[in-house]
Structures are given as C-alpha cells and as structure tokens.
C-alpha cells in the first residue's frame, strides 16, 4: 500500500468536485433543454441538436481555446465581472466550471431526450388533457418514467468531466489545489518522466471509468429485465 501514501490526493478530489457541480448544474440546465427538444416539432430542431452536439466532435482544444477567449479579461463578459465583482473566469475554477458545462452539455442532453423521445406519447397526452402544465407533465409523470435515462446522463456527465483534459488545461491551466485535477497531474508527471506515479494516478482514473460505465449498463439491464417480466 506504499503507492497509496505515495499519490497526492487533491488532484483527485478537485476532479470530483468539479465533475459533481458541472453534473448539478447541467442537470437543471439540459432538463428543460432536452424536454423541448423531444416535443418541439420546429424545422430548427436539427440546428439545435446539432450545435447540443458539436462539442462531441469538436476538438477541445479548439473549444477550450474559444472558451478561454470568452472568460478572459478581454473578452466584454470577463471584463464585465473581473471590474464589476472581482470575479476572474480564466485560470480559476469557476472558469472550469463554466467551461465543462459547455463542454459536457450533449452528454446530459442526448440521453435525457432520448428517453423523452422513447415515452408513450398517449401518456404525455392524457397528462395535458388532464390539465397538467408542460413542466408539471414534465417533473411529474415524464421524469419518474425515464430513470434509465436520467442514471445515464447524469454518471457519464460526471464521469466524461472526471476525464476532460484538454478544456481544463486551456482555460484553467496547472494551478495547484485550483485548477491542477486529476488528467492534468498525470501530463505533469509524463513531463517530468515519473512514468511510475503516472501510471498509478491513470490505472486509477481507469479503473473509475470502467466502474462507472460497468454501473450504468448493469442498472440498464436491471431495468430491461424487469420490463420484460411485467
């Protein structure tokens, strides 16, 4: 267990934190999102969900470039909040924070309105005819319907900010007990050849991953199963 003492631990835990808020606030951003899309019947529906989707097939260096030029003093709305509340966006975790909003968005998005989409339609009806506003429908009888769906979005939305690298190494940097998770530790010690601790701090956000997603499709079958039986 000497590796154990041997990993410094705030990295990790910096990455879970972040992961946790980017989770809880995408969640109540991408509900309402995600429940609009799977209603509206707009010919802008393909635009909206391809630009949901972009940062899927984006580069993140390219988005986490954009981003930091949004946040920076520079930009209006950093400048803005930088004079106006002393609240610096580049280079500080709330900056990564709004950034793996961005960035993780499809991946709370897509599963919630897939399970949306896969709902009885007769049953959002019967909802409206009984007089139920569309956010009642919507908390009331079509969220209780998709926990598959809503488990989905809300592990891999956490576990895809765990892992994020290139975003967080553009617009937050290395800053120790800051902006310095877990991915880019691990480019710090490649940098300086500690490929020893570099391979404990990966077999660990590894073995994290493949625990999350293992949870997520047992929870599906689970799921699957007991539909069938009823």
Known sequence: ???F?????????????????TA????FVALPFAWFLSQTRSR?????????????????????FYMLLLLSHNSPIGHFLEETF?????FSFTGLVIASCF?????????????????NPHMIEASYLAGKSSARTLWSVALPNIKPSLLTA?????????????????????????TRVASVAIYDLVEVMDYEKANIYAGLLLAFSFSVLL???WFNHRQKMRVGMV
């Open 215 to 217: 949870m997520v499709y």
């Open 86 to 90: 002393n609240i610096k966006l580049a």
């Open 5 to 21: 003492h041997a990993i410094e631990w705030a990295p990790f835990v910096l990455s879970f934190k972040l992961a946790g808020l």
């Open 24 to 27: 809880a606030i995408l969640f």
């Open 103 to 119: 960035y993780s968005f499809p991946f709370m998005v897509q599963p919630l309105q897939s399970g949306f989409e896969s709902l």
């Open 154 to 178: 809300l592990i891999v939305t956490f576990a895809h900010t765990v892992g994020e690298f290139g975003v967080v190494l553009m617009v937050g940097g290395n800053i120790p007990h800051e």
């Open 1 to 3: 267990m000497e590796w």
């Open 44 to 64: 802008s529906k393909p635009f909206l969900e391809a630009f949901t989707a972009l940062p899927i097939v984006l580069p993140p260096s390219v988005l986490g």
